[in-house]
């Protein structure tokens, strides 16, 4: 079995972090990699064929907020104080084999993390009722790939898939400005608060720690070694991206 590469970031550009992405989808096709990020600002995400009207693009300028679109699918995401996860691994790699089974063994992997830490969190299940669908939050769709914490949703995933590799990630969201995400995606705060929680860490758990025992736990489950690099630069093929109004809807 291959090591599984480890590539974290902190305070990362958005913008890279997002485009690396891509470029994990390429190293992947060699071996499983785990990408670890979180944002040095806040930033609104897109899904890739979300339409850019669900986000009130006057009320992100007037936050400050940088709106920008990712690689997967799904709904927007207001990116506060977050941590990011992108497992990606080789076409032919067994959990690589169907969508459902390789968001399954990915929630697995983090809800087993986060109970170990005892933060008592569970996964999504018919009787939690009918999800919302199309909302233009992430978060207010609890479904199957779904990690919940009283009812509310404290992972969102997605995933996409090319010819030589699959990638799956999930955002964990560490804070929750109601009202700000509120108004980004024109829905009601309480809607929000109702949809979604930020994940509690415990005392002397940092994000940091918390990506440790992530990444330690991947290797686990897939039986490989970690092997730390610093994350890669961007190519410029990806760099250009930035003036690509798709990609890049709002920068300030």
Known sequence: MSDLTLW???????????????????????????????FGRPTVVLGYAQDEKEADLGACRRMGLP???????????????????????????????????????????????????????RRWGPADGSPRRRSPLCFEDHLGETLLLDGRKVLGCAQTRRLRAVLVHGVLPLSLDAEAAAAVFR????????????????????????????AGAFGAFL??????????????????????????????
């Not at 913008?15 to 990020?37: I, K, Q, V």
């Not at 994350?231 to 300030?252: H, S, Y």
């Open 187 to 214: 829905i009601d705060p309480q809607r929000v608060r109702a949809a979604m929680a930020p994940l509690p860490l415990p005392a002397g758990v940092s994000p940091r720690l918390l990506g440790e025992r992530l």
């Open 67 to 121: 709106v920008l679109r990712r690689l997967t699918g799904g709904t927007g995401v207001l990116h506060e104080e977050s941590l990011s996860l992108s497992l990606g691994l080789p076409a032919g790699h067994p959990l690589a084999a169907s969508v459902h089974g390789l968001y399954g063994a990915f929630v697995s992997v983090v809800e087993g993390v986060l109970s170990s830490l005892g933060v008592p969190v």
């Open 223 to 252: 039986g490989a070694g970690l092997r730390p690099l610093p994350p890669p630069p961007l190519p410029l093929a990806l760099r250009e991206r930035r003036r690509d109004r798709r990609w890049v809807i709002w920068e300030g």
């Open 8 to 38: 974290t970031a902190a305070g990362e550009d958005p913008f890279t972090a997002l485009n690396r992405e891509e470029r994990l989808l390429e190293e992947a096709a060699s071996g499983p990699l785990l990408y670890l990020y979180r």
